[in-house]
């Protein structure tokens, strides 16, 4: 299958990596198209969130695919390729596509369980297809980790006492505040995460809600809904004069407010303290405004922190989900062996046909005396032997699909008739590492 993840997340990096490393949505094309351009890279998926930033890829060659996608992420970043590489961490084959599994089912999130990732990763998806990134490999790993997710929220609690990253921002402003009642409070952005945080002040019982956003039409749409008001990024430091909290969650690559915007608009409002929580990544606001007389910034590592307390209620369902994952990587394995097997069978029985028939031409000469039914009996006795040599090994290629057993019968099926030309649908076997062994997972 030659798949490979590299990235980081939450745990491996600092949250200035992090906001480094993360691909707005606007940037996916241009990123998805550097990572093709590589000579080792033939499908691609890029997810990045505020909590990782991941490359999901299909390889020709291990090594090779390896240093074309840490050359990208150096590259995005504009950090020194040694800093990045110290924090990133690298799956293949069945560990990605494991990896994958958990991450869409909850289990590597900031907030375990959180619902918000699911989203995410089929958007990572139907981008990577959008620009003719991901192919049968990558779709399929995708396309499974979806009905993963989907099952472990179904089927376990991972969810029920979940806070997704928006809600927990807004839980966390509500406990440094004591309370959101009656809280004039402007958000930040309008996508995904701030229209999960406009709908978590709802039910925290805020006085007010304005929303600011790049494109007005979108910050209209979410405030109508909760029954604020809209205004455009130009007037947002005007709005800070009368609010209480201020929430950030743009997908923006710049810092919307410095830290001397914030100084002017604390002058203008003495006596009056201001909350910010911002969990954009990048930062929408300079850290450095933490410093400011009255203010208090929150940003994810905050929230990692919250996020740590409220695990106690879920912990107990993280094994039933764990072993959900194990349960569907054991078939997806299935499926991507059987997937394997019927491309063998077919190369072994045309292979088997094209030897009977050269052999058929090559005896044409003595055949000639035969009448039309003498030659059909010909016909018909080679073609059965043929039939009945391939009968057992193709009956154990079957019945082996899906197990260590059924690939090394498919790689030694392969070598002793001689079907190298299947390539890479001969999975891990046709990967190899530069010495001729296959490259194991990390």
């Not at 710049?254 to 914030?262: C, E």
């Not at 969990?279 to 203010?295: K, L, N």
């Not at 590592?301 to 919250?306: K, M, V």
């Not at 292979?351 to 003595?366: G, L, T």
Request: aromatic share 4%; charged share 25%; with cysteine.
């Amino acid at each position: 299958m030659s798949l490979i993840c590299i990235g980081v997340n939450h745990r491996s990096a600092p949250v200035g990596l992090l906001e480094r490393l993360a691909v707005p949505a606007v940037g996916l094309p241009k990123a998805l198209h550097h990572l093709l351009s590589g000579d080792h890279v033939a499908e691609a998926a890029v997810l990045s969130t505020c909590n990782r930033t991941e490359v999901y890829a299909r390889c020709t060659r291990f090594h090779g695919a390896v240093a074309d996608v840490r050359a990208f992420l150096a590259a995005h970043s504009g950090a020194d390729p040694a800093e990045v590489d110290e924090h990133l961490y690298t799956y293949y084959d069945d560990g990605a596509v494991a990896h994958l599994f958990g991450v869409a089912a909850g289990l590597d999130s900031m907030i375990v369980g959180e619902g918000e990732i699911l989203g995410q990763v089929r958007s990572a998806w139907q981008a990577a297809e959008a620009e003719g990134a991901a192919g049968q490999v990558v779709s399929r790993a995708f396309r499974h980790a979806l009905a993963v997710g989907k099952r472990a929220r179904t089927e376990t609690g991972i969810a029920r006492h979940a806070l997704s990253v928006s809600s927990a921002a807004v839980a966390l402003a509500s406990d440094r505040l004591g309370s959101l009642g009656g809280r004039s409070v402007l958000v930040l952005g309008a996508g995904d995460m701030a229209e999960g945080m406009v709908h978590g002040l709802v039910g925290a019982g805020v006085g007010s809600v304005t929303v600011a956003n790049r494109t007005h039409a979108r910050a209209v749409q979410l405030a109508r809904r909760v029954g604020g008001q809209a205004i455009s990024l130009s007037d947002v430091l005007d709005a800070l004069l009368g609010a209480d909290v201020l929430l950030t969650a743009t997908d923006s690559s710049n810092v919307h407010v410095t830290a001397d915007d914030i100084e002017a608009v604390m002058d203008r409002r003495p006596g009056r303290p201001l909350l910010i929580a911002d969990i954009a990544v990048p930062r929408d606001v300079d850290p450095g405004a933490a410093s400011v007389p009255g203010v208090t910034l929150l940003d994810i590592d905050d929230l990692r922190g919250y996020g740590e307390r409220s695990m106690a209620l879920r912990r107990r369902e993280i094994g039933r989900v764990q072993g959900i994952v194990t349960d569907e990587l054991d078939r997806f394995r299935v499926e991507r062996s059987a997937r394997e097997v019927a491309p063998v069978v077919v190369a072994l029985r045309d292979r088997a046909e094209a030897v009977r028939r050269a052999e058929m031409e090559r005896f044409r000469s003595r055949l000639a005396g035969l009448d039309p039914a003498q030659r059909r009996a010909v016909e018909a006795l080679t073609e059965g032997i043929v039939k009945k040599l391939l009968h057992s090994p193709t009956v154990r290629l079957k019945e082996a699909a899906g197990s260590a057993r059924g690939e090394l019968y498919t790689d030694a099926v392969a070598s002793l008739f001689d079907l190298d030309d299947l390539g890479l649908l001969l999975g891990p076997s046709a990967l190899r590492d530069d010495t001729g062994g296959s490259e194991p997972g990390s």
